[in-house]
């Protein structure tokens, strides 16, 4: 069955395909490489930061999705827990509450008609992940996580082939082990490997 954000998830895999290209690195792992007239497009070079490159790409990306979707549904830049109020104000009074959610975090994209959320991580997917999964829990609005990560570069001090990204998340049990915890707060939270070339 086709789930009503498909449409948005569909162009966010589209939109990567013009991103990155399959490399091999001499470890003989396959990685998403940064295009280089996708870097030329955000004005950067293969030595720019990655920071830089991950910032750019994103901002693109929501900029697209905006133009696709409407902002009626899309709210990129989405605020952690904006709009919500409080729980348990009926069984307990709260003295000076105020929410200031510009000091929190932010989804990268949320879709506000089906309670999804999509992290678009292009560097440590591993460590967001925790951030993302947080992020999730924090917001009532978020009924499905998209964490999208890719295959990067990855360098091992032992030189083994090691994981990185998308592999590296998919493949961890404790991973498996929070996706599961976070049912238990009715989030369902989906891996998504933003460029699949890489996994063939």
Known sequence: MRRPEQDILDEI?????????????????????????????????????????????TKKLQEKLVEEFGTRRIKPEAK?????????????????????TSKLMAFDILDVETGSAFEISLSDAFAEFFKDVLKGLLDSRVKRLYICMRNHN???????????????????????????LARLYKIEIVLVDLFPECNK
């Open 13 to 57: 895999i589209n939109f990567f395909s013009e991103v990155f290209d399959v490399k091999v690195n001499n470890r003989g792992s396959k990685y998403a490489h940064y295009k280089k007239k996708w870097l030329k497009k955000l004005a950067l070079t293969e030595n720019s930061q990655e920071e830089a490159k991950a910032n750019r790409t």
């Open 80 to 100: 952690v827990a904006e709009g919500m109020t409080l729980r348990f104000d009926s069984l307990e009074k709260v003295k000076n509450f105020e929410l200031d």
């Open 154 to 180: 990855y360098n091992t001090s032992k030189g083994g082939i090691g994981k990185s990204g998308y592999i590296k998340v998919s493949t961890s049990n404790m991973i498996q082990q929070y996706i599961n």
